[in-house]
């Protein structure tokens, strides 16, 4: 069964930092770009970044950018969202993405597979 399930979110304070996993199963995630969205209540999902299978090189929105890192442990099939500095804006569900050929990571439907998505609370 080809599936996709995200952890680590929590409740942490601005300033602070977490890690999101996004760990696959019935596939080799090596082999496919992975996606990092969030969702707030009443907004469209956004992307907040793409990390290559070709070149491992990683593409972040501008809100990410120089605060979110991506990275990739093929042992463990699984991707990592590394988040630091959070702001009280970050607060969303965070969804992870899969796809074997991307074009367009912002698209939402460039992407195959979908997890269900952690929670991720930025408050004091």
């Known amino acids: 069964q080809v599936q996709l399930v995200e952890s680590g979110g929590g409740l942490v304070q601005p300033g602070g930092s977490l890690r999101l996993s996004c760990t696959a199963s019935?596939?080799?995630?090596?082999?496919?770009?992975v996606g990092w969205f969030r969702q707030v209540p009443g907004k469209e999902r956004e992307a907040v970044s793409c990390?290559?299978?070709?070149?491992?090189?990683?593409t972040y929105s501008d809100s990410a950018k120089g605060r979110f890192t991506t990275s990739r442990d093929n042992d463990k099939n699984t991707v990592y969202l590394q988040m630091k500095s959070l702001k009280p804006e970050d607060t969303a569900v965070y969804y992870c993405?899969?796809?074997?050929?991307?074009?367009?990571?912002?698209?939402?439907?460039?992407?195959?597979?979908w997890g269900q998505g952690t929670q991720v609370t930025v408050s004091s």
């Open positions: 993405a899969a796809t074997y050929a991307i074009t367009h990571w912002e698209r939402k439907d460039e992407y195959d597979y």
């Open positions: 019935g596939f080799s995630l090596e082999h496919y770009a």
């Open positions: 990390l290559s299978q070709s070149d491992g090189r990683s």
